[in-house]
């Protein structure tokens, strides 16, 4: 949760209604492997188990999709964003676009 904004992945957010819904809100990113990453997860590949370099570079990614669709958000006058949902696309060989979207609203406290 962003400290200007709510962000939720359900359609309520408890202590608040939803005064208006401003829209679809979205944010990407795309990002390639590295050289130095792929020649460190080849080799954990070999071994087996989680390979670290992919997990911290889709980490960043992610983070970076939901900071992008938040600055969106804030930008049509949001001060939440509900349903938030992430999706990842490989848009070349070794290269995934990250996508982060939901619905832009603005809420306010229930009395």
Not at 7 to 20: F, L, Q, W
Not at 70 to 84: D, L, Q, R, S, T
């Amino acid at each position: 949760m962003d400290a200007e904004i709510i962000v939720s992945t359900t359609e309520h957010i408890p202590g608040y209604k939803i005064k208006k819904i401003l829209g679809i809100v979205s944010g990407s990113i795309v990002r390639a492997r590295h050289l130095g990453r792929d020649i460190m997860a080849a080799l954990r590949n070999i071994a087996g188990g989680e390979i670290k370099e992919y997990t911290e570079l889709l980490a960043e990614a992610r983070n970076e999709a939901l900071k992008r669709m938040i600055e969106k958000a804030k930008k049509m006058g949001a001060n939440a964003i509900i349903g938030v949902r992430f999706a990842t696309t490989a848009v070349m060989s070794g290269a995934a676009e990250i996508l982060a979207y939901g619905t832009a609203v603005i809420v306010e406290p229930v009395e």
